[in-house]
């Protein structure tokens, strides 16, 4: 279910580094926009593109039906762009949480932070041990 080119945090969000060096992309992991139910808004103002932002410290939040969660950066980044089609389909998290569901693309400035996050297998046992 979780990709094993991708790194988890302990806060649910995802990061994957695709061809670039040093840039990624970040959104919530499909066991986080299952649990949140059905997104109907996402808040992350395009006021952050161009900041530094640190790791574990919020960066948006994500609204469902019930309820309204904070979104944390899973490594200290530069904002590079934000997924504007989240704005007018927000669902597109719950449909594809790991590809048209990305949110944010970032500069990695910490690499040792991204290499401290989880792989596939130790997200899926810590999400496990979390029921």
Known sequence: MN???LRYSKNHEWIGIPNEKNQA????THFAQNELGDIVYL???????GKTIKVENSFGTIEAVKTVSDLFMPVSGCILKINNKL????ELINKSSYNE???IQIKILEFKEYDQLMSSKEYQNYIQGSN
């Open 43 to 49: 808040d992350v103002e395009n006021s952050i593109i």
């Open 3 to 5: 990709p094993n080119n």
């Open 87 to 90: 704005f007018s389909k927000p």
């Open 25 to 28: 992309y970040v959104g919530i």
């Open 101 to 103: 569901g990305w949110i």
